[in-house]
């Protein structure tokens, strides 16, 4: 069974920085697109990035020019650089891994964002 393992996540002062990893298990890690979603409280998940076996496919508007997501398949690992952290960034952050109609989920990690 594949499974995602978020971390990074944490307490960061507007302006600052931070670094999500999302470690897969299984073989066929380099073969599928994955990415991040978020979700803050009382609001629909929001995709984020997503990456593909080689090269980044998408970037919410809300965040272009500020995250950077990217891949090492060596490490079975996705990450998601995020500057110029706001407020409005604050949420968890969820990892996931998309084998067409199969669509597997890390349990999250946490964002929030707060002088």
């Known amino acids: 069974q594949l499974q995602l393992v978020e971390s990074g996540g944490g307490l960061v002062q507007p302006g600052g920085s931070l670094r999500l990893s999302c470690a897969a298990s299984?073989?066929?890690?380099?073969?599928?697109?994955m990415g991040w979603y978020r979700q803050a409280p009382g609001e629909q998940r929001e995709l984020v990035a997503s990456i593909g076996s080689s090269r980044p496919l998408s970037y919410a508007d809300s965040v272009k020019g500020r995250v950077t997501i990217s891949r090492d398949g060596a490490k079975n690992t996705v990450y998601l650089q995020m500057d110029s952290l706001m407020p409005e960034d604050a949420a968890v952050y969820l990892c996931y891994l998309s084998m067409g109609t199969q669509v597997f989920w890390g349990r999250g990690t946490q964002v929030t964002v707060s002088s």
């Open positions: 299984g073989s066929l890690f380099n073969t599928y697109p």
